[in-house]
Protein backbone atom coordinates (compact mmCIF):
# COMPACT_ATOMS: atom_id res chain seq x y z
CA UNK A 1 0.00 0.00 0.00
CA UNK A 2 1.20 3.95 -0.18
CA UNK A 3 3.09 4.99 2.49
CA UNK A 4 4.65 8.60 2.51
CA UNK A 5 8.26 9.26 2.52
CA UNK A 6 9.52 9.84 5.94
CA UNK A 7 13.09 11.10 6.83
CA UNK A 8 15.07 9.94 9.06
CA UNK A 9 14.24 6.75 9.37
CA UNK A 10 15.51 7.03 12.95
CA UNK A 11 17.90 8.98 15.08
CA UNK A 12 19.79 9.33 18.61
CA UNK A 13 18.97 11.82 20.61
CA UNK A 14 20.72 13.69 23.62
CA UNK A 15 18.58 15.52 26.40
CA UNK A 16 18.37 19.27 24.92
CA UNK A 17 19.02 18.53 21.68
CA UNK A 18 16.75 19.88 18.26
CA UNK A 19 15.33 16.86 16.32
CA UNK A 20 14.19 17.53 12.88
CA UNK A 21 11.90 15.02 10.95
CA UNK A 22 9.86 15.60 7.29
CA UNK A 23 7.86 13.57 5.39
CA UNK A 24 7.21 13.98 1.46
CA UNK A 25 4.07 12.91 -0.79
CA UNK A 26 3.82 12.51 -4.71
CA UNK A 27 0.66 12.97 -3.79
CA UNK A 28 -1.04 16.36 -2.77
CA UNK A 29 -3.21 16.87 0.57
CA UNK A 30 -5.37 18.42 2.20
CA UNK A 31 -4.07 17.29 5.93
CA UNK A 32 -0.93 16.89 7.31
CA UNK A 33 -1.10 15.24 10.68
CA UNK A 34 1.78 14.01 12.95
CA UNK A 35 1.80 11.35 15.63
CA UNK A 36 3.64 9.88 18.15
CA UNK A 37 3.48 6.16 18.91
CA UNK A 38 4.95 4.34 22.43
CA UNK A 39 5.23 0.65 22.30
CA UNK A 40 2.17 -1.35 22.74
CA UNK A 41 -0.13 1.86 22.12
CA UNK A 42 -2.11 3.29 19.60
CA UNK A 43 -0.67 6.71 17.97
CA UNK A 44 -1.39 9.63 19.51
CA UNK A 45 -1.46 13.04 17.32
CA UNK A 46 0.69 15.61 17.92
CA UNK A 47 -0.32 18.48 15.62
CA UNK A 48 -2.43 19.10 12.54
CA UNK A 49 -2.02 21.40 9.86
CA UNK A 50 -5.19 22.25 7.55
CA UNK A 51 -3.75 24.72 5.37
CA UNK A 52 -0.76 25.34 3.21
CA UNK A 53 1.89 27.21 4.50
CA UNK A 54 0.34 27.14 7.85
CA UNK A 55 2.87 26.68 10.46
CA UNK A 56 1.98 25.70 14.05
CA UNK A 57 3.49 24.67 17.83
CA UNK A 58 2.07 22.73 20.52
CA UNK A 59 5.15 22.95 23.64
CA UNK A 60 8.29 22.34 22.52
CA UNK A 61 6.80 20.73 18.89
CA UNK A 62 6.18 23.02 15.69
CA UNK A 63 5.21 21.51 12.52
CA UNK A 64 4.57 23.19 9.13
CA UNK A 65 2.30 22.19 6.03
CA UNK A 66 4.36 22.81 2.93
CA UNK A 67 3.66 25.27 0.36
CA UNK A 68 3.50 22.40 -2.17
CA UNK A 69 1.19 20.53 0.12
CA UNK A 70 3.30 17.42 -0.63
CA UNK A 71 5.23 17.57 2.73
CA UNK A 72 6.07 18.66 6.20
CA UNK A 73 7.90 18.45 8.81
CA UNK A 74 8.23 18.30 12.27
CA UNK A 75 10.72 19.99 14.74
CA UNK A 76 10.94 19.18 18.43
CA UNK A 77 13.18 21.42 20.68
CA UNK A 78 15.38 20.62 23.70
CA UNK A 79 14.34 17.25 23.96
CA UNK A 80 13.77 14.96 26.87
CA UNK A 81 13.54 11.36 28.04
CA UNK A 82 9.69 11.09 26.92
CA UNK A 83 10.78 12.20 23.62
CA UNK A 84 11.52 8.84 22.81
CA UNK A 85 9.27 6.80 20.49
CA UNK A 86 8.26 6.31 17.20
CA UNK A 87 6.70 9.37 15.54
CA UNK A 88 4.49 9.31 11.96
CA UNK A 89 3.47 11.81 9.68
CA UNK A 90 0.45 11.51 8.01
CA UNK A 91 -1.57 12.51 4.78
CA UNK A 92 -5.53 13.13 4.88
CA UNK A 93 -7.50 14.63 1.77
CA UNK A 94 -10.73 15.00 3.35
CA UNK A 95 -14.09 15.10 2.13
CA UNK A 96 -18.12 13.90 2.39
CA UNK A 97 -17.77 12.05 5.62
CA UNK A 98 -14.52 10.57 4.41
CA UNK A 99 -10.87 10.62 4.70
CA UNK A 100 -8.52 7.77 5.30
CA UNK A 101 -5.10 8.24 6.64
CA UNK A 102 -2.13 7.82 4.66
CA UNK A 103 1.04 7.12 6.83
CA UNK A 104 4.75 7.47 6.45
CA UNK A 105 6.70 4.75 7.90
CA UNK A 106 7.90 6.64 10.75
CA UNK A 107 11.01 8.64 12.38
CA UNK A 108 12.23 6.17 15.81
CA UNK A 109 13.49 8.03 18.56
CA UNK A 110 16.49 6.79 20.85
CA UNK A 111 18.15 8.04 23.51
CA UNK A 112 21.95 8.37 22.44
CA UNK A 113 24.11 5.96 24.71
CA UNK B 1 -14.19 9.59 29.37
CA UNK B 2 -13.19 6.25 27.81
CA UNK B 3 -11.38 6.23 24.68
CA UNK B 4 -11.46 4.09 21.61
CA UNK B 5 -11.08 0.10 23.10
CA UNK B 6 -10.52 -2.79 21.75
CA UNK B 7 -10.74 -6.25 21.96
CA UNK B 8 -9.46 -8.65 22.45
CA UNK B 9 -5.74 -6.76 23.53
CA UNK B 10 -3.77 -10.34 21.68
CA UNK B 11 -4.68 -13.72 19.88
CA UNK B 12 -2.99 -16.28 18.44
CA UNK B 13 -4.66 -18.41 15.50
CA UNK B 14 -3.50 -20.65 13.26
CA UNK B 15 -3.27 -20.48 9.64
CA UNK B 16 -6.67 -21.22 7.66
CA UNK B 17 -9.21 -19.60 10.72
CA UNK B 18 -11.11 -16.77 10.89
CA UNK B 19 -11.06 -13.51 13.41
CA UNK B 20 -13.18 -11.16 14.46
CA UNK B 21 -11.98 -8.41 15.79
CA UNK B 22 -14.04 -5.76 18.06
CA UNK B 23 -13.98 -2.12 18.65
CA UNK B 24 -15.76 0.49 20.64
CA UNK B 25 -15.21 4.78 19.37
CA UNK B 26 -15.38 7.31 21.97
CA UNK B 27 -18.75 8.35 22.99
CA UNK B 28 -20.43 10.55 20.15
CA UNK B 29 -17.91 9.18 17.23
CA UNK B 30 -19.76 8.01 14.61
CA UNK B 31 -17.25 6.91 12.29
CA UNK B 32 -14.94 4.07 12.98
CA UNK B 33 -11.79 3.43 10.83
CA UNK B 34 -9.62 0.13 10.67
CA UNK B 35 -5.73 0.35 9.85
CA UNK B 36 -3.30 -2.60 9.78
CA UNK B 37 0.38 -1.96 11.03
CA UNK B 38 3.03 -4.34 10.61
CA UNK B 39 6.22 -4.21 12.30
CA UNK B 40 8.40 -1.68 11.29
CA UNK B 41 5.86 0.14 9.35
CA UNK B 42 3.36 2.35 9.56
CA UNK B 43 -0.24 1.93 9.91
CA UNK B 44 -1.97 0.52 6.24
CA UNK B 45 -5.66 1.69 5.94
CA UNK B 46 -8.41 -1.10 5.67
CA UNK B 47 -11.88 0.62 6.34
CA UNK B 48 -13.73 3.45 7.03
CA UNK B 49 -17.49 3.64 7.98
CA UNK B 50 -19.64 6.40 9.16
CA UNK B 51 -23.11 6.42 10.05
CA UNK B 52 -23.22 1.95 9.47
CA UNK B 53 -22.14 2.55 6.08
CA UNK B 54 -18.68 1.60 4.37
CA UNK B 55 -17.09 5.25 3.03
CA UNK B 56 -13.53 4.22 2.30
CA UNK B 57 -11.70 0.74 1.70
CA UNK B 58 -8.08 0.12 1.05
CA UNK B 59 -6.15 -2.22 -1.16
CA UNK B 60 -7.13 -5.40 0.92
CA UNK B 61 -8.13 -8.94 0.11
CA UNK B 62 -11.86 -9.86 0.31
CA UNK B 63 -10.91 -11.68 3.00
CA UNK B 64 -10.94 -8.83 5.24
CA UNK B 65 -14.66 -7.52 5.90
CA UNK B 66 -15.99 -4.77 8.16
CA UNK B 67 -19.29 -3.72 9.87
CA UNK B 68 -20.46 -1.12 12.05
CA UNK B 69 -23.59 -1.38 14.76
CA UNK B 70 -26.18 1.41 15.41
CA UNK B 71 -24.63 2.06 18.70
CA UNK B 72 -21.62 2.69 16.11
CA UNK B 73 -19.45 0.50 17.42
CA UNK B 74 -17.45 -1.99 14.83
CA UNK B 75 -16.01 -5.41 13.78
CA UNK B 76 -13.32 -6.70 11.34
CA UNK B 77 -13.26 -9.93 10.24
CA UNK B 78 -10.28 -11.68 8.58
CA UNK B 79 -11.09 -14.93 6.91
CA UNK B 80 -8.52 -17.90 5.80
CA UNK B 81 -5.73 -16.23 7.92
CA UNK B 82 -2.38 -16.22 6.27
CA UNK B 83 1.08 -15.99 8.21
CA UNK B 84 1.23 -12.57 6.48
CA UNK B 85 -1.82 -11.31 8.30
CA UNK B 86 0.04 -10.78 11.53
CA UNK B 87 0.14 -7.57 12.62
CA UNK B 88 -1.39 -4.67 15.36
CA UNK B 89 -4.84 -4.07 14.36
CA UNK B 90 -5.89 -0.66 14.71
CA UNK B 91 -9.04 1.11 15.35
CA UNK B 92 -9.59 4.68 15.16
CA UNK B 93 -12.83 6.61 15.88
CA UNK B 94 -13.62 10.22 14.90
CA UNK B 95 -16.76 12.46 15.27
CA UNK B 96 -17.57 12.90 11.46
CA UNK B 97 -15.67 10.53 9.53
CA UNK B 98 -13.09 13.45 8.70
CA UNK B 99 -10.51 14.72 11.13
CA UNK B 100 -9.83 14.48 14.85
CA UNK B 101 -9.59 10.53 14.76
CA UNK B 102 -8.50 8.86 17.85
CA UNK B 103 -6.52 5.69 18.01
CA UNK B 104 -6.82 3.12 20.41
CA UNK B 105 -4.47 0.47 21.79
CA UNK B 106 -5.07 -2.18 18.91
CA UNK B 107 -5.12 -6.18 18.66
CA UNK B 108 -1.68 -7.99 18.08
CA UNK B 109 -2.73 -10.80 16.02
CA UNK B 110 0.14 -13.39 15.66
CA UNK B 111 -0.91 -15.72 13.31
CA UNK B 112 0.98 -19.30 13.27
Known amino acids: GQQLNQSPQSMFIQEGEDVSMNCTSSSIFNTWLWYKQDPGEGPVLLIA?????ELTSNGRLTAQFGITRKDSFLNISASIPSDVGIYFC?????????????FGKGTKLSVKP | DAGVTQSPTHLIKTRGQQVTLRCSPI?????VSWYQQVLGQGPQFIFQYYEKEERGRGNFPDRFSARQFPNYSSELNVNALLLGDSALYLCASSFNGGNGYTFGSGTRLTVV
Open chain 1, 49 to 53: LYKAG
Open chain 1, 90 to 102: AGQNYGGSQGNLI
Open chain 2, 27 to 31: SGHKS
